[in-house]
């Protein structure tokens, strides 16, 4: 009868194993025993390996500087030692083995080691694809914003050159220019303000996130100094701004004014005619941060739409109607995105729109 402490029992389990690759080595190193997962992982069978030293398993580089020596002194002054990286098994094939090594003692006497391997090449490569993605991605969103600040900046100066010489020209030949020339320099002069307006909004756009400072924002105190902001024009809208117990966060203040500010602003903008806007800001704590959210009874925007406003120079309604380039509700996606957060709407046309985001403020 076996007993589940039974030595022959153990062994047997241990040989079964086959997704750890457990040995047991003498005093020096040398292989005695070997498991299924040690073939699976490593490729060899037991009589290629037993009575081998399983310094074998390790790449040229680790063998110069000693590698298995010293996991095994280390094991011996601490009772264990661990360590991961590249492994090399049969027919020279690598793989990223996570090891532990243990020292065994008898009455005081190392008799030998037991050592444990994992493989761990799946999750090496995937950890190492994701690093890799996210440096590309990085590298290109510099290379992306540094585009946008170099094109905006070096589109500015022939635009301001294009309004300067109409105005010059206006002022120099008024006597000589006929309703209808005045009329076409006035639309190129329009037309070169608008670019300039959305030039200076891609130059904003790629001005976020650039010099980050993390600090406490008292929201009430936010809302209370962009109503002092917006003051004329929540006066002549006749406007309501409505928030009480908002939570002072963890974040980007300059970015997060810029975010609450374009939501109120556009909620006075999109107003429905012969109604006074109201503008209710509020928020309740989530897990890892809070979620807030813009309330208006403006003109609302459309199911069809609602992806789109957040693109940038997207626009749902003429500058005649109303003014703008098309860029407030980008930089909001983005300021939230900063915050590891997302936006959405929910919106009736002619009812107003709700507009949600969560800041992520915890971490």
Same mark, same amino acid.
């Given at each position: 009868m076996h007993t589940a402490a039974d030595p022959t029992r153990l062994i047997r389990m241990i040989e079964e194993i086959d997704d750890y690759a457990i040995l047991f080595l003498d005093r020096d190193g040398t292989i005695e025993s070997w498991n299924k997962g040690a073939q699976e992982i490593k490729g060899y069978r037991a009589d290629e390996v037993i009575g081998q030293n399983f310094s074998i398993f390790y790449t040229p580089e680790d063998l110069l500087g000693r590698k298995p020596e010293k996991l095994m002194d280390t094991a011996m002054k601490l009772g264990k030692a661990s360590d991961e990286g590249w492994r090399v098994g049969k027919d020279g094939i690598r793989f990223w083995g996570s090891i532990s090594i243990k020292a065994i003692y008898d009455e005081g006497e190392l008799i030998g080691f037991s050592k444990i391997t994992r493989d761990l090449t799946d999750k090496f490569n995937i950890e190492n694809a994701v690093s890799k993605y996210a440096r590309e991605l990085e590298l290109r969103n510099k290379e992306l914003e540094h585009f946008a600040y170099v094109a905006s900046h070096d589109l500015q100066e022939p635009l301001l050159t294009v309004t300067s010489f109409?105005? !010059? *020209?206006?002022?120099?030949?008024?006597?000589?220019?006929?309703?209808?020339?005045?009329?076409? !320099?006035?639309?190129?002069?329009?037309?070169?303000?608008?670019?300039?307006?959305?030039?200076?909004?891609?130059?904003?756009?790629?001005?976020?996130?650039?010099?980050?400072?993390?600090?406490?924002?008292?929201?009430?105190?936010?809302?209370?100094?962009?109503?002092?902001? *917006?003051?004329?024009?929540?006066?002549?809208?006749?406007?309501?701004?409505?928030?009480?117990?908002?939570?002072?966060?963890?974040?980007?203040?300059?970015?997060?004014?810029? !975010?609450f500010q374009n939501l109120i602003s556009n909620a006075l903008k999109f107003r429905n005619e012969g109604t006074d806007p109201v503008v209710v800001i509020s928020a309740f704590k989530i897990k890892g941060g809070w979620k807030f959210s813009v309330k208006d009874n403006g003109i609302g925007i459309e199911e069809r739409f609602r992806d789109k406003i957040f693109s940038i120079f997207q626009r749902l309604h003429s500058r005649m109607d109303y003014e703008g380039n098309g860029i407030g509700l980008a930089h909001c996606k983005k300021i939230v995105e900063l915050h590891g957060g997302e936006i959405s709407l929910e919106s009736l046309p002619g009812v107003g729109s709700t507009f949600y985001f969560n800041l992520n403020t915890d971490s």
């Amino acid at each position: 009868m076996h007993t589940a402490a039974d030595p022959t029992r153990l062994i047997r389990m241990i040989e079964e194993i086959d997704d750890y690759a457990i040995l047991f080595l003498d005093r020096d190193g040398t292989i005695e025993s070997w498991n299924k997962g040690a073939q699976e992982i490593k490729g060899y069978r037991a009589d290629e390996v037993i009575g081998q030293n399983f310094s074998i398993f390790y790449t040229p580089e680790d063998l110069l500087g000693r590698k298995p020596e010293k996991l095994m002194d280390t094991a011996m002054k601490l009772g264990k030692a661990s360590d991961e990286g590249w492994r090399v098994g049969k027919d020279g094939i690598r793989f990223w083995g996570s090891i532990s090594i243990k020292a065994i003692y008898d009455e005081g006497e190392l008799i030998g080691f037991s050592k444990i391997t994992r493989d761990l090449t799946d999750k090496f490569n995937i950890e190492n694809a994701v690093s890799k993605y996210a440096r590309e991605l990085e590298l290109r969103n510099k290379e992306l914003e540094h585009f946008a600040y170099v094109a905006s900046h070096d589109l500015q100066e022939p635009l301001l050159t294009v309004t300067s010489f109409i105005e !010059l *020209l206006k002022e120099e030949y008024a006597e000589r220019l006929d309703e209808n020339a005045e009329m076409y !320099l006035n639309f190129i002069k329009q037309s070169s303000e608008r670019m300039r307006s959305m030039i200076k909004g891609l130059l904003d756009y790629s001005r976020l996130g650039r010099k980050l400072e993390i600090a406490e924002v008292d929201c009430n105190v936010l809302m209370k100094e962009i109503k002092e902001d *917006l003051f004329i024009n929540i006066k002549l809208g006749h406007a309501t701004i409505i928030y009480e117990n908002l939570p002072v966060v963890k974040g980007y203040a300059i970015e997060l004014r810029q !975010l609450f500010q374009n939501l109120i602003s556009n909620a006075l903008k999109f107003r429905n005619e012969g109604t006074d806007p109201v503008v209710v800001i509020s928020a309740f704590k989530i897990k890892g941060g809070w979620k807030f959210s813009v309330k208006d009874n403006g003109i609302g925007i459309e199911e069809r739409f609602r992806d789109k406003i957040f693109s940038i120079f997207q626009r749902l309604h003429s500058r005649m109607d109303y003014e703008g380039n098309g860029i407030g509700l980008a930089h909001c996606k983005k300021i939230v995105e900063l915050h590891g957060g997302e936006i959405s709407l929910e919106s009736l046309p002619g009812v107003g729109s709700t507009f949600y985001f969560n800041l992520n403020t915890d971490s």
